[in-house]
């Protein structure tokens, strides 16, 4: 079936969930996401790769949350805008 509006064309990577990517980011750590998606919480210095990912688990809570609440707390705003600041700010 093909759309007829362009607007509404979505790429494959489009329908994942955040934790699709993360699923995706832990198989292939090293080579690709290691260093431009490691982020450790609160005081930690080390970690492994799964505790490094824990900010895409928390993301997709958020995410969840809205869709049936429509609104997020002053910590969980906080979070998201650091993520947003952390993966789109910076890279320009």
């Not at 494959?12 to 431009?36: H, M, Q, V």
């Not at 949350?65 to 993520?83: A, G, L, M, P, R």
């Amino acid at each position: 079936m093909q759309i007829e509006d362009e607007d509404k064309e979505v790429e494959d990577w489009d329908c994942l969930t955040i934790i699709a990517y993360r699923s995706i980011a832990l198989k292939n750590w090293r080579p690709i996401f290691e260093k431009g998606y490691a982020r450790l919480d609160g005081d930690k210095k080390t970690g492994n790769k799964e505790d490094k990912t824990k900010w895409m688990v928390h993301l997709e809570k958020i995410r969840n949350k809205t869709v049936h609440d429509y609104y997020v707390s002053e910590e969980e705003f906080s979070f998201v805008e650091n993520i947003y600041d952390w993966l789109i700010k910076s890279q320009n």
